[in-house]
């Protein structure tokens, strides 16, 4: 290749290597983290007013839990084994705004189930510890808040999951998601007396680059732009 080119293309090939780091997602080599979403189903018998106005049934929902992967488990049987969950945050998008609470350190666990007797096959349900003071926020406009719960039924076909090593990804193909009786989000509040319920979604997004990414896209160009001129 003439030198000349190879002047040009090399800080326009570095800005290139930069870009597509830039959309690689940032994952520790331990730990796992996703994002669940659906809507609101069932606001539950009692819920007051204040509530059902400010989240009304359709109000939507996205949940992000994180684990380590390389964690030992809490808890292991024949049929199921416990984890810890690293982070477990909820958030329903109101009327008014967003509201958000997260389960307090060493107070989220999820429970992979392997029991084919009771039709749990594969199935996960994440949740946290019971209690409002084992969430960052244990009040959503007039409910006490007790336990955040999310289950994922399995597809019996698909197989077993591990019970004493932690999921590294969640395929959510594995799982049924249109039996919102197996697949679900639960609020329970009021000492367990009613539960706002949703269904969840899998939406399949394409990564969206960051504002710095287009600016260092931008600064590619510009860079080329420099290059060619003094060139000419």
């Keep these: 290749m003439p030198i000349h080119l190879t002047r040009i293309l090399r800080p ?19 730990t796992y983290s996703t994002t669940l979403s659906g809507v609101t189903t069932w606001n539950g018998f009692g819920a ?24 030992a488990a809490l808890n292991s049987s024949a ?3 416990q984890f810890r969950l690293t982070a477990f945050e909820l958030t329903l998008s109101g009327q008014s705004g967003d509201f958000t609470t997260s389960a307090l350190a060493n107070q989220g666990s999820f429970t992979i ?10 199935s996960i349900q994440f949740t946290t510890a019971w209690g409002g003071a ?13 336990n955040l719960n999310i289950s994922l039924g399995g597809i019996y076909t698909n197989g077993a999951l591990s019970r004493s090593t932690p999921i590294g990804s969640l395929d959510l193909s594995n ?10 989000l639960k609020i329970y509040y009021n000492n367990g007396a009613g539960s706002v319920q949703g269904s969840i979604s899998a939406p399949a997004l394409a990564p969206v680059p960051e504002p710095s990414t287009y600016a260092l896209l931008a600064g590619c160009g ?3 732009v420099v290059m060619l001129r003094r060139r000419r």
Excluded: K, R
């Excluded at 007051?48 to 964690?71: K, R």
């Excluded at 084919?116 to 096959?121: P, S």
């Excluded at 084992?134 to 406009?141: A, E, H, K, S």
């Design 222 to 224: 510009v860079l080329a």
């Design 79 to 81: 049929t199921q084994g």
């Design 113 to 122: 189930n392997n029991d084919t007797n009771n039709n749990t096959y594969h």
């Design 48 to 71: 007051p007013s204040t509530f059902t106005t400010e989240f009304p049934v359709g109000t939507s929902w996205t949940a992000t839990l994180t684990w380590d992967t390389s964690a």
């Design 175 to 184: 799982y049924d998601l249109t039996n919102t009786n197996a697949s679900n």
């Design 12 to 30: 326009m090939l570095g800005c290139l290597a930069l870009f597509s780091t830039a959309l690689l997602p940032s994952v520790s080599a331990q």
């Design 134 to 146: 084992n969430l960052t926020t244990g009040t959503i406009f007039g409910l006490n808040v007790d």
